[in-house]
């Protein structure tokens, strides 16, 4: 399903950028000559990154009831998400939708993540996503959604009052987003802190500052056991 997921991104992006509509005609009732398709794409797209968005939450579902959680799938089902998200938001720039700077911002997150999470990964630690990041991903899927949308026809023949309701909704929601793309950065690179302490080498997986203390640790047990043992042969 993950897969399925990343083959079908350029497909949404074909909905969403390529003027398809050019080779499909269908007559508006009320007008014959307009195209009623060129009202619905915006929506049609909305619609299509909505469906594959939600193969995330079946991928997982049937990966946990069949047990077939895998290490494969642990790296790619989040990379799918960050590559359906990342072209949504590219092909709302292309479009004048949406200026560049919030896509800056989400797109820089995800750089710093991943860099922690392959030093975590070397050192032989694994940080657990938390729910900042979780929520940060759906509230980012509403806004593009609202994003994609929120110029098209049917909203803009609902009145100005309307359209600009619409309008202050859609930012409220990016700048939401916005705001738990930063607090869950900050929140994983609290847990990812070790990484930044001067720990020493790390042997098979445990820093050699901490492996020297518990072998120290070991060799005063073991002393303190012979001690005993003598003790009592005494």
Request: glycine share 6%; aromatic share 12%.
């Amino acid at each position: 399903v993950t897969l399925v997921r990343i083959f079908l991104v350029p497909v949404f992006v074909v909905v969403l950028l390529v003027p398809w509509t050019n080779w499909v005609f269908i007559p508006d009732a009320a007008n014959p000559a307009l195209n009623v398709l060129d009202s619905y794409k915006p929506w049609i797209a909305a619609l299509f990154f909505a469906l594959i968005s939600c193969t995330d939450g079946i991928d997982g579902y049937l990966a946990r009831s069949r047990n077939e959680v895998t290490t494969f799938g642990k790296f790619l089902d989040p990379l799918a998400d960050k590559i359906l998200v990342v072209t949504a938001l590219l092909a709302l720039i292309e479009l004048g939708d949406l200026p560049s700077w919030p896509v800056i911002i989400i797109i820089a997150r995800e750089f710093i993540i991943s860099g922690v999470r392959m030093v975590a990964a070397s050192e032989g630690r694994v940080i657990a996503a938390s729910w900042w990041g979780k929520w940060k991903t759906g509230v980012t899927i509403v806004a593009i959604l609202l994003f994609i949308v929120k110029r098209s026809d049917l909203i803009v023949s609902q009145g100005e009052t309307f359209f600009w309701g619409f309008y202050l909704l859609s930012w409220s929601v990016m700048i939401a987003a916005l705001v738990l793309t930063i607090v869950s950065m900050v929140d994983y690179l609290k847990k990812a802190s070790f990484i930044f302490s001067a720990s020493g080498p790390v042997t098979d997986g445990i820093p050699q500052d901490n492996r020297e203390t518990a072998e120290d640790a070991a060799a005063t047990a073991d002393a303190a056991a012979a001690g005993n043992d003598r003790e009592g042969q005494r």
